[in-house]
């Protein structure tokens, strides 16, 4: 059972779009969301992260907005750019010790 | 600094032979953990190291061996691997294994012919 769905499997954005990536997840004892990001040969960065305590956080162009209630959160990248072309996987984990990862956005930025 | 590290980059290997990945970190995190990552999927939990102890083994095939010698470095000992095995093989390290921030080192590209 997949316990973090993500979508769209895949994304094309004109420079300058703002790309948005959505995940759900069920268990509510999740209680840390974080977002990496993944260039080809390459190791998941860690991106952005937020708790639920918090309904928004930014770090420079990179937006995470989330919704408790729904069980919902998302990744948005203003301004993107052709450099922010990756595969991003969100992912939940509760008190840290497993991470579950959603299964992947690949994201292609055009100039 | 936040670098994890690993070594080979690429590697190799026929069904018969016996070979290690070497992972390691300077940033004095006590929890580490290797991930299988197959080409255009999420990694997946391999095993996790918690204070140089064996925490967490996702029934993981006993052909992987892991081995934490200390607290700045994860061996992955490999023998007589199948070619379904072939994948991105990631280490990652956190403060502790109850803290969140997980950072990933970039990988071994393993390839069994």
């Known amino acids: 059972q997949q316990q973090v769905k993500q979508s769209p499997q895949s994304l094309i954005v004109q420079k300058g779009g703002i790309p948005i990536i959505n995940c759900a997840y069920e268990n509510t004892a999740f209680d840390y969301f974080p977002w990496y990001q993944q260039f080809p040969g390459k190791g998941p960065a860690l991106l952005i992260a937020i708790r639920p305590d918090v309904s928004e956080k930014k770090e420079g162009r990179f937006t995470i907005s989330f919704n408790k209630s729904a069980k919902q959160f998302s990744l948005h990248i203003m301004d993107s750019q052709p450099g922010d072309s990756a595969t991003y996987f969100c992912?939940?984990?509760?008190?840290?010790?497993?991470?579950?990862f959603g299964t992947g956005t690949s994201l292609t930025v055009i100039p | 600094d936040t670098e994890v590290t690993q070594t080979p980059k690429h590697l190799v290997m026929g069904m018969t032979n016996k070979k290690s990945l070497k992972c390691e970190q300077h940033?004095?995190?006590?929890?580490m953990y290797w991930y299988k990552q197959k080409a255009k999927k999420p990694p997946e939990l391999m095993f996790v190291y918690s204070y140089e102890k064996l925490s967490i083994n996702e029934s993981v095939p006993s052909r992987f061996s892991p081995e934490c010698p200390n607290s700045s470095l994860l061996n992955l000992h490999l023998h007589a691997l199948q070619p379904e095995d072939s994948a991105l093989y990631l280490c990652?390290?956190?403060?502790?294994?109850?803290?969140?921030?997980?950072?990933f080192g970039p990988g071994t590209r393993l390839t069994v012919t």
């Open positions: 990652a390290s956190s403060q502790a294994a109850t803290t969140y921030e997980q950072y």
């Open positions: 940033m004095g995190h006590r929890a």
């Open positions: 992912a939940a984990s509760m008190a840290g010790n497993q991470f579950y």
